[in-house]
C-alpha cells in the first residue's frame, strides 16, 4: 500500500465525525450514526483504491449502512480490505458522553480476519507490556505481568472494562488483586486504542465485546506494536456454524495478532467525535467552521501522526 493512502484514509475519517457530530447529546444514534456512514460512504468514492468491507454494520439488505461486502474505492488497485465504524459509541455520542469516533482500518486484501458479528473475549495491552500477557492466564497473573513490564505496582495499574454484568467476575478480580479500574459505558476501540499511550492513564483491557470491534483495535495496535488477543463467543448454532465457515473450528482458540491483522502493513485512522483520553472531539466554531483532531498510524512504519484540521464548512461539498 502505499503511504500517502495513510492520509486519505484520515480525510474519511474526518468526514464522518464532522456529519455526525452535530448530533451530540440528542439522543438519536441512529441519526447520527446514518450521518457518519453517509459521509463516510461519499469519501471513500475519491479514494484511490479496489476496496472490500469485510468488517461493517450488517450484511448487503441492511444498506443504508455501509454492508460487509460491500466495494469501497475508485476501483484502481491496490486491492484493500477495510474495516470501518463510521461512529464507534452510537450511545456516547447520544448522550454526548466521552470516546465516540469515526474509525477505519485498511489492510492488504486477504489481511484482516473477516469477523462475524458475535462477542469477543479479548485482553489488550501497549508495546511495553507486549508478550507478557495471555487470554488464558488468571486476571491477576496479567495484572502482575503488566506492573512488571511497566515498572509499576500493581496498585498503580489501570484496568479499563466495559460496565456489564458480565463483567462482574472480571471487576473482583481485579479489584481482589489490587489494581484499579476505569469502567466504560461503550467504546472499547478507544478503549483498546488508550492501552498503547501512557498519557491516557490505561494500562489493559480486559473484557467481552463485539468481534468486529476487536479487529479494527488489533488493527489499531498493530500499529503501535501493542497487542490484542481474542477468542469468539459464539452464542447459538447459526453463530458456531458461522465459525466454521471461516475456518475456525476450535472456537475456544485464541486469536492472536497475526490471525486478526496478518502481514505487516495496515493503516488505522481515527476523528475525534466527542473528547476522550487521546482524542479531542470536533469543535464547530460558527456557522461553517470546525476544528477535527485525528491520529492516522501504520504498521509497516511505525509512523504515528497526530491531526488537527481546520475546516471551512462551506467548502466542504461531500458533506
Request: charge should be negative; hydrophobic fraction near 45%.
Amino acid at each position: 500500500m502505499d503511504r500517502e493512502l495513510s492520509l486519505e484514509i484520515v480525510r474519511v475519517t474526518e468526514m464522518a465525525a464532522l456529519n455526525c457530530a452535530r448530533w451530540m447529546g440528542r439522543g438519536q444514534k441512529m441519526e447520527a450514526d446514518d450521518a457518519a456512514t453517509t459521509a463516510m460512504r461519499k469519501m471513500f468514492d475519491t479514494v484511490q483504491i479496489d476496496g472490500t468491507v469485510v468488517i461493517g454494520e450488517g450484511e448487503m439488505d441492511e444498506a443504508p449502512m455501509l454492508y460487509i461486502g460491500e466495494k469501497l474505492g475508485t476501483g484502481v488497485e491496490p486491492k484493500v480490505d477495510v474495516a470501518v465504524d463510521p461512529l464507534e459509541g452510537t450511545n456516547i455520542l447520544a448522550k454526548g458522553l466521552w470516546n465516540a469516533m469515526a474509525v477505519v482500518a485498511i489492510a492488504p486484501a486477504g489481511s484482516l480476519l473477516h469477523a462475524p458479528d458475535m462477542y469477543m473475549e479479548k485482553i489488550a495491552v501497549g508495546p511495553k507490556a507486549r508478550g507478557k500477557v495471555d487470554l488464558d492466564a488468571s486476571i491477576e497473573h496479567n495484572l502482575q505481568a503488566v506492573a512488571q513490564a511497566l515498572n509499576k505496582d500493581v496498585s498503580d495499574v489501570v484496568a479499563v472494562i466495559l460496565d456489564r454484568p458480565r463483567h462482574q467476575h472480571i471487576i473482583d478480580e481485579v479489584r481482589r488483586a489490587g489494581a484499579r479500574i476505569k469502567l466504560i459505558s461503550d467504546g472499547d476501540v478507544a478503549a483498546a486504542l488508550n492501552t498503547a499511550f501512557p498519557e491516557t492513564g490505561v494500562d489493559i483491557l480486559f473484557g467481552t465485546g463485539g468481534a468486529p470491534e476487536g479487529v479494527l483495535a488489533a488493527a489499531a495496535l498493530k500499529c503501535q506494536g501493542g497487542e490484542l488477543q481474542g477468542r469468539l463467543v459464539p452464542e447459538d448454532d447459526e453463530q458456531l456454524a458461522r465459525c466454521h465457515s471461516m475456518g475456525i473450528e476450535d472456537v475456544s482458540r485464541v486469536l492472536r495478532m497475526e490471525d486478526l491483522v496478518k502481514g505487516d502493513d495496515a493503516i488505522f485512522a481515527a476523528t475525534g467525535v466527542t473528547d476522550g483520553e487521546l482524542l479531542r472531539g470536533v469543535r464547530l466554531e460558527g456557522y461553517a467552521r470546525a476544528t477535527t483532531h485525528s491520529i492516522v498510524m501504520r504498521a509497516k512504519t511505525g509512523t504515528i501522526r497526530f491531526i488537527q484540521a481546520t475546516h471551512d464548512l462551506s467548502r466542504k461539498t461531500l458533506l
